[in-house]
């Protein structure tokens, strides 16, 4: 094989027609099966919680939130099913990769930027996510996906903002991957 068809090879996604029919089937089984739509915010607050608690027990009760989190799940919040689900995502991204040859240490960015200031975007734009999902009450999983999936209103509203702002900022960030 050439190393131009041994590359094309590596780049081989699946499809997104079909991968959208499988997130929804997914969606479908996680409703059935647990009574919940996915979401991952819910999987890092189980670790949050439980590392307070690991590092100072009565630290928990002295924030309402993480203390009603803690109490709601019976024995740790790392037992929370949303705690497995994301170790899955995790293993099966990794396995992915690793199948389809894609699984190498490197930052893809555009010529025009740097690798430093690639991974300060990314890791900004991550933590920028994580403090909305918080204000949101849930992540992109959650607060759309599942919410509309369930036709709630604010899913289909959350969606919208969600895209709506990436097509309102993607002109000017566009430098930093093309």
């Known amino acids: 094989m050439s190393n131009n068809q041994n590359t094309e090879k590596s780049r081989r996604y699946l499809n997104p027609y079909l991968g959208g029919v499988l997130l929804g089937l997914v969606l479908l089984a996680a409703n059935f099966i647990s009574g919940r739509g996915l979401g991952a915010s819910g999987a890092i607050k189980s670790v949050v919680a439980t590392s307070i608690v690991v590092v100072h027990k009565d630290a928990v009760n002295t924030m309402p939130f993480m203390a009603e989190y803690a109490e709601s ?85 959350t969606m919208m903002g969600i895209f709506g702002t990436a097509f309102a900022l993607a002109y000017f960030f566009r430098k930093n991957w093309i």
Do not use: D, N, Y
């Open 73 to 157: 799940h019976s024995g740790s919040p790392m037992r929370s099913w949303l705690v497995f689900q994301m170790m899955g995502v995790l293993v099966g991204g990794f396995l992915s990769g690793a199948l389809a040859g894609r699984l190498k240490l490197k930052v893809e960015h555009s010529p025009r930027i740097t690798s430093k200031r690639r991974l300060i975007f990314a890791l900004a734009g991550g933590i920028l996510f994580g403090f909305g999902s918080q204000l949101g009450r849930g992540c992109t999983s959650g607060s759309a996906l599942s919410g509309m999936a369930v036709l709630s209103l604010g899913g289909f509203i």
